[in-house]
């Protein structure tokens, strides 16, 4: 399991999407050597982060489980859809 970088909660400083890539690539690379079926990751806040997670687990030969907050009004707390 990988967090958000920064709060889950409260966005932050934004990463792009190949940013999150390389950002996440080396935990999960770490994993990657390891008896593990997957990546997952909780509570991220915007989408370009979760399209990074996805595409490291993806170059790593792992499948991945990717998980947002969702405000009440169904937005993520970024604002994005």
Request: charged share 20%; no cysteine.
């Given at each position: 399991m990988v967090g958000p970088r920064g709060d889950g909660y409260v966005p932050?400083?934004?990463m792009s999407a190949d940013e999150a890539a390389e950002y996440h690539a080396?935990?999960?690379?770490?994993?990657a050597d390891t008896p593990i079926d997957?990546?997952?990751v909780l509570t991220l806040n915007y989408a370009e982060e979760g399209t990074g997670v996805a595409r490291a687990a993806?170059?790593?030969g792992l499948p991945a489980v990717i998980s947002f907050t969702v405000e009440t009004d169904g937005r993520l707390p970024t604002?994005?859809?």
């Open positions: 932050g400083e934004m080396e935990q999960i690379g770490t994993f997957m990546v997952t993806a170059d790593h604002g994005q859809d």
